[in-house]
C-alpha cells in the first residue's frame, strides 16, 4: 500500500473540470496497483481516505495527526492484506486478525514492534475508524470491545470514561516525562550563549548566533511555548519590555494558528527573559537581517506593522490569523523574515532540535558528561516544573499581592492572588483538562519545598511546619 499526501500544484494539466476539494497535505492511501476500485466496487482504501478527509472536522485539525493515523491504517491493512483477511470482514475473523497483530507489534520482529504508547494510538485510531465506518454503512462490525469505567478528576468530580480493552498498560506519564533541573538548566542558557559553567565566556567555543539561541531558548524555558509556537512567533508578537523591572511575569498572547489544536492562548515570560529577547532584536538579529535580499517562494510582504498585524500584501491582517506555513513566508519591511528567529541572510531560523541536541553533546564533552540529551519540548516540562514549584512556594502570588496592594490595576496580579496554583499552570501550558497538568504534581518534590520555605521562615510559621510534618518519611 502506498501512502502519499496530496498537493494541488499544476492540477490544471490533471484534466479536471475544478480543483479537488481535499486539503493541502492530506494523506492519501492507495493499494500498490493504483486503483481505487475493482468487479466489486470500491475497494476498502476508498472508505480509509473518506475518514482521512473528515479529521479536520472531527477533532484532529493537525496535519500531523492526519500523517499518524493514515500510517496506523496503512499497518493494519497491510497486516491483514499478507493474511488475506479483508478490511471489513466478519466480528470474529477481525478480532482473531487483531490478537494476531497485538502480538506481532508488541512483541514481534524488532522492525515492527511498536512501543505500549504507540501501540495504543494505533489501537485507538483503529478503533474510531471502525466505529465511523460502522456508523456510516461500510463496515458490519467494531472488532473492539470496551469497558465503562468511573474516574475522579482533579476538582472532585466524578465521570465515566471508556476504555479499549486491546490498549495495554504504560507506565505513568510523569515516570517518563523529562526536564531540566535548575542547575542544568542554568548549564544550558550558559553555553547556548558561549560562555563556561560560570558564566564567563568560553575562549574555546567557536559558534554563532549566541544571542539568538539564548535568547529562544530562554523564551521557551520562561513561557512554556512549544517548539511550533516559538519557532513562528512574529519579532512584532513579542510583548513591549516594562519600564521597570518587574516580579510579575509579562503577559504572551499566541496565535491559534501556531498552538496545538488552533487553540489560542496566553502564558507568560519572566522579566529578564523577555529583556534577553529585547537585546537580540535590538543588537544581533537587526545587523543579521539588515540589508537582507532573502525572499521565499510566493513571498508575503509586510507594512506598517504593529503588534496587532500588519499590511500584507496590501491587505490588512491580524498576526493571530496567520498559519504556520504562511509565517514562513512573511518579507519583513527592511528585508528579511519576520520571525523572530533569523539565520545568515535574514532567513528564518526553525531547526531548534539540532541547536539543543548540539549544545548539549558539547556540555557533556566539555563540561558534565551526566549532562542529559535536551529536545525542544523538554523546555516546555522545565518551564511547567520551575513555575509549579514557584507556584506552590507562593512566589508569585506574594509578588501578585504588592502589586494590588498600591494600587496596581495588573489583570494578571488580580488572577494570581485569587487562582489555584494547579489551575494557573493548567491554563498557561494550554491543557484542556487539570488532569494534563496534575501529572507535574508527581514529580515535584513538595517536602523539600515545605521544608525550604520553613527553614527561610525562621520556624516561624506553624502551618508549614504541619506541612513538613505532613511529608516525613516519604521517599
Sequence with gaps: MILHYFSSAGWEEWGLYERPVIRESMPVLVDEDLCFEDSAGPRPTVVMNLWLRELPVSGAPSPKSWRTYAQALKGWAEFLGARRIPVFADRQRLRDALSMYAEYRLSGPLEARLSPASWNLAVKTLSSFYQWAAAEGHAPTVPFSYVRQSMTRPDGARVEATRNLATVRTGNAHATRKYLEKPYADLLMHALAGNDPAGERDVSFRGRETGRNAAVIGLALSSGLRSQEFTHLTVYEVPPLPRRRTAVPVPLVLAPPTAKGRKGRSTWIGYEDLARVHDYIGWERAATAEGSRWQPRDPLFVEAPTHDGALINGTRRRWHTLTPAERLRLVAPGGGSV???VQSGGKPFVDWATVLRRTAQRIRDRFDPSFPHVHPHVTRHTFAMATLERLVRGYYQQAAQLVVDTGGDDALALYLTKADPLLVLRDLLGHTSAATTQAYLNLLD???????AYTAAGGA???????????????
Excluded: C, K, S
Excluded at 513538595?446 to 525550604?452: C, G, M, S
Excluded at 510559621?461 to 521517599?475: K, T, W
Design 446 to 452: 513538595t517536602q523539600r519545598i515545605y521544608r525550604d
Design 461 to 475: 510559621l506553624a502551618v508549614d511546619a504541619d506541612a513538613v510534618a505532613e511529608f516525613e518519611g516519604e521517599v
Design 339 to 341: 520571525l523572530l528567529a
